[in-house]
């Protein structure tokens, strides 16, 4: 069982920043391979970034590559999404995500509003 907690989302204007954060409760985290994924309103969700338990390759959608880092804090047992420059089409609720013994586990979801 894993249970993911996200944080961090928010109003923020075109052009700026936001770093999200996902806390695992799972005894090693380092097993897991996790992901950022994003639904806007009346869209299907979908994947923004992933990254594997040992940190690589990572993987970013066309549309925030260039933008967004995904990284991880092993110890800590964290996931972070730093987004840059961001575009009010990245508005949406963000989910982290990662696939333990053929089940999906998710958060709740942050919500990030990007509008002037």
């Known amino acids: 069982q894993v249970r993911l907690v996200e944080s961090g989302g928010g109003l923020v204007q075109p052009g700026g920043s936001l770093r999200l954060s996902c806390e695992a409760s799972?005894?090693?985290?380092?097993?897991?391979?996790m992901g950022w994924y994003r639904q806007a309103p009346g869209q299907a969700r979908e994947l923004v970034a992933s990254?594997?338990?040992?940190?690589?390759?990572?993987r970013y959608s066309d549309s925030v590559k260039g933008r967004f880092t995904i990284s991880r804090d092993n110890p800590n047992k964290k996931l972070y999404l730093q987004m840059d420059n961001l575009k009010p089409e990245d508005t949406a609720v963000y989910y982290c995500?990662?696939?333990?013994?053929?089940?999906?586990?998710w958060g709740s979801g942050t919500l990030v509003t990007v509008s002037s």
């Open positions: 995500n990662t696939l333990l013994r053929n089940i999906n586990y």
């Open positions: 799972i005894s090693d985290f380092r097993i897991l391979g």
């Open positions: 990254m594997s338990a040992i940190g690589e390759p990572r």
